[in-house]
Nanobody
C-alpha cells in the first residue's frame, strides 16, 4: 500500500524558515512527479509546487516563487519543500502528492496523497 508521510511542520515566526519532507513507501518513486499543496483555514486546497520525476522541472504558484524550493532525493524516496521568508498567509496544512504522469498542477491529476502537516506562521 502506497504511503506518503509528511513531516517538518510547526510554528514559526514571520520571516522564518521551515523544511517539509515527504517520505514515500511502496511507490516507484523515481517514476512519479511529486507535488505540494496546501489548505488554509476556510479555503480550498491549492497547488504550491511540483517537481518532475527527475527534479529537473519544477513549477510554483506565484505567491511562493522566490521563497519556496521543491527538491527531491530519489535515492531516499523523499521530496522536500524548503520554505523561506514565511508569511502569516502561508499558514495552512501542507500535503504532498504523487502523480504518475507529467508535471501536474491540478489536484485531480494526482494519484496518492499524504495526511498533511500543519504549518503556522505567526506575525
Amino acid at each position: 500500500q502506497v504511503q506518503l508521510v509528511e513531516s517538518g511542520g510547526g510554528l514559526v515566526q514571520a520571516g522564518g524558515s521551515l523544511r517539509l519532507s515527504c517520505a514515500a513507501s511502496e511507490l516507484p518513486f523515481s517514476t512519479y512527479a511529486m507535488g505540494w499543496f496546501r489548505r488554509a483555514p476556510g479555503k480550498e486546497r491549492e497547488f504550491v509546487a511540483c517537481a518532475s520525476w527527475s527534479g529537473d522541472n519544477t513549477y510554483y504558484t506565484d505567491s511562493v516563487k522566490g521563497r519556496f524550493t521543491i527538491s527531491r532525493d530519489n535515492a531516499k524516496n523523499t521530496v522536500y519543500l524548503q520554505m523561506n521568508s514565511l508569511k502569516p498567509e502561508d499558514t495552512a496544512v501542507y500535503y504532498c502528492a504523487a502523480a504518475y504522469m507529467g508535471n501536474p498542477r491540478a489536484e485531480g491529476e494526482y494519484d496518492y496523497w499524504g495526511q498533511g502537516t500543519q504549518v503556522t506562521v505567526s506575525s
